[in-house]
């Protein structure tokens, strides 16, 4: 069993420590607007073509699902401030293994995502300016954003302080213009009543499923602020304050828009995949300009989540190697940041775009594929790491338990249950089988080479 005293030195490779740069403001914008990703924004128009108006069940359902990995997480993270979160806690209470699995199967994944989201933002950037390479407009964002965490993680705080703020605005008026919308006091519009959710269920279990699987992963991003938190003031009171708001977050958020969304579009509508689901809404109110500014939100969530992975992967990978389970370059720390670690994590990504463009229908799809499960992997070492924690820190450290599970341990395991679902439900779909016997065989390999190196340690 692993020491129940394993800590996370403060300090890198070469002896210096991380700022603690971040002020409470930042943290708490970085919680609200990291609940805003991407992946809202860009992909859930294919669930909504899926699961129709039941789109919103989904979203509910996974989202009960990641309140509860979130609570979990804030548990440990309050008790454990650590730049390597779920890693480090999973070291902690499952053994350094685990933290070396979960710790590189992440970091493999923000890369990756870091590539997809620069491509993303390319796309829309090339469609206002025809004829400019996308790749050029992925470079100039990587090098913007690397030179942004390379130099002081105040710099990363004060972008996603205003990115956050940014999207937050835009997700609050659109909510609020969709009601008005549907309760018919919206100047020059009809209200829609009830015509749009009729069919609620237009392609049966099977359409549920894939919205229900869809709306799983766009909830990924929410780990950031327990990485980030170790870096701000007081780690303990931001971690806190963050799981605390983070139900209200996603049911307004997630689950609210989902409902304006096919309340005021039919689901069937093209222009909810072609355009995204949140542009067809306003163009379906015909409010002048409304779809196109909603491209630069989503630009900006794009951006957001560029410059919010980059951070998170260069953190995770200094806590990896600074309990000596990665190369010690990427531990050197220099002006309160560890630029070696924020380098290899923009280069990686680029990679990534660079294969997109060499080779995308194998190497690439193939990366895609691997990451294409990671998410639930992390949350199941979260789950677990948690289960084997409380107890531990209830009879060693009752006082840090500043952030309690609900209903310890029932609901740590209906957690597990949901997410063995979830496993079960990409195993029957072809789409999402393939990921999740890529990821699987990632996870293996990175297990059995953190357990060969756990026991060759051991040895010394």
């Known amino acids: ?79 454990y401030p650590s730049s390597g979160s779920f890693s480090a806690h999973a070291e902690r209470a499952i053994g350094p293994w685990a933290g070396f699995t979960a710790g590189w199967s992440f970091w493999v994944l923000l890369c990756t995502a870091v590539g997809l989201e620069g491509i993303g933002a390319a796309k829309i950037v090339s469609g206002w300016l025809p004829g400019t390479p996308e790749w050029a407009w992925v470079a100039l964002f990587m090098v913007v954003f690397c030179g942004t965490n390379l130099a002081a993680v105040k710099n990363f705080g004060e972008f996603e302080f205003w990115f956050a703020a940014l999207k937050v605005a835009a997700i609050t008026l659109f909510l609020l213009l969709g009601v008005l919308a549907i309760l018919g006091v919206l100047p020059g519009t009809d209200s829609p009543g009830a015509g749009n959710l009729t069919d609620f269920l237009p392609n049966g279990g099977e359409g549920l499923v894939i919205g229900l699987l869809a709306s799983v992963f766009a909830y990924g991003g929410l780990e950031t602020v327990t990485i980030a938190a170790a870096e701000s003031e007081n780690p303990v009171q931001g971690v806190a304050s963050a799981v605390r708001t983070a139900m209200w977050r996603i049911a307004l958020f997630y689950v609210g828009s989902m409902a304006v969304i096919v309340t005021l579009v039919p689901w069937d509508s093209k222009e909810v995949v072609e355009k995204g689901p949140y542009v067809a809404a306003l163009d379906e109110l015909g409010i002048p300009g409304a779809g196109q500014l909603m491209n630069v939100v989503v630009l900006v969530a794009l951006l ?157």
Request: charged fraction near 15%.
């Open 304 to 460: 957001s989540a560029m410059n919010a992975n980059i951070y998170g992967a260069s953190r995770i990978a200094y806590s990896l190697v600074e309990r000596g389970q990665g190369p010690k370059g990427l531990g050197r720390v220099s002006g309160g940041v560890p630029r070696i670690a924020v380098l290899a994590s923009c280069v990686f990504g680029f990679l990534c775009v660079l294969l997109s463009y060499w080779r995308p229908n194998d190497v690439f799809a193939w990366l895609l594929n691997m990451i294409g499960a990671v998410i639930l992997v992390v949350w199941i070492f979260i789950a677990v790491s948690q289960l084997r924690l409380r107890r531990r820190t209830e009879r060693e450290a009752p006082g840090k338990l500043v952030v309690r599970m609900w209903a310890f341990p029932w609901l740590t395991w209906l957690a597990l249950a949901g997410m063995a679902a979830v496993f079960v439900l990409m195993a029957r779909e072809p789409d999402t089988r393939v990921q999740l016997y890529s990821t699987g065989g990632m996870t293996l390999v990175l297990a059995a080479v953190g357990y060969a190196w756990q026991r060759a340690r051991a040895r010394r």
């Open 1 to 79: 069993m692993p020491s129940s005293t394993t800590q996370e030195t403060p300090t890198g490779t070469d002896g210096v420590s991380l700022s603690h740069g971040l002020k409470q403001r930042h943290l708490s914008m970085i919680a609200l607007g990291g609940v805003i990703g991407a992946g809202l924004f860009v992909g859930s128009g294919a669930g909504i073509a899926a699961a129709g108006p039941s789109i919103v069940v989904a979203y509910a359902l996974s989202g009960l699902l990641v309140m509860l990995v979130m609570r979990m997480l804030g548990e440990m993270s309050a008790a």
